[in-house]
């Protein structure tokens, strides 16, 4: 049972446990610019925007810069 708590914890807490981290973005959609992609998990109760920001910046290419596209709230694992 202690186990079965702690994966449930684990779940809950998701993005809010860290930092914001980069993870795996979604594939573009029919229709959507198929250019490089970036996702950060983060949590906007904990994570100011520019934390946001400069750890997608980070994940970027050289010369290039890091610009808002959407927000998945799926939290799919």
Do not use: H, N
């Not at 702690?6 to 993870?23: H, I």
């Not at 109760?45 to 610009?67: H, Y």
């Amino acid at each position: 049972m202690k186990a079965a708590g702690t994966v449930l914890l684990a779940v809950l807490l998701g993005c809010s446990a860290l930092e914001p981290y980069p993870t795996y973005p979604r594939m573009a959609g029919p229709g959507e610019d198929a250019a490089p992609r970036v996702a950060i998990c983060y949590d906007t109760f904990v994570s100011p925007l520019d934390q946001v920001r400069a750890a997608a910046q980070k994940e970027c290419a050289a010369d290039t810069v890091a610009t808002y596209f959407t927000t998945d709230w799926y939290l799919q694992f």
